[in-house]
Nanobody, 123 residues
Framework: QALLVESGGGLVQAGGSLRLSCAAS????????MGWFRQAPGKEREFVAA????????YYADSVKGRFTISRDNAKNTVYLQMNGLKPEDTAVYYC????????????????WGQGTQVTVSS
């Protein structure tokens, strides 16, 4: 059974940094595009970042561009989200997801999802 498990969330002050990890097990996702999404309380889930299977192409939401970096280590079957310059509005549950297609900002393009990890940014 394919499984994605996020870790690295927590409480951080505004301006701080966190690195989220998403470890895949049960199958290899080396040929899959990987994405990060987030859902803040009372809001719909939104796209954050995505990366192609090769790691050569990355995509970001405008709200995080220049602050967040997505990367992957296919040997470890793990994808990362480095978050710098965190703002209170980044507070959300962060989910990683895998897509057999091209990197996309659309949720329904992703067939595998993790359970999420909470990120809270205090002002």
């Amino acid at each position: 059974q394919a499984l994605l498990v996020e870790s690295g969330g927590g409480l951080v002050q505004a301006g701080g940094s966190l690195r989220l990890s998403c470890a895949a097990s049960g199958r290899t996702f080396r040929s899959y595009a990987m994405g990060w999404f987030r859902q803040a309380p009372g809001k719909e889930r939104e796209f954050v970042a995505a990366i192609r299977w090769s790691g050569g192409n990355t995509y970001y939401a405008d709200s995080v561009k220049g602050r967040f970096t997505i990367s992957r280590d296919n040997a470890k079957n793990t994808v990362y989200l480095q978050m710098n310059g965190l703002k209170p509005e980044d507070t959300a549950v962060y989910y990683c997801a895998a897509s057999s297609g091209f990197p996309s900002g659309k949720e329904d393009e992703y067939g595998y999802w993790g359970q999420g990890t909470q990120v809270t940014v205090s002002s």
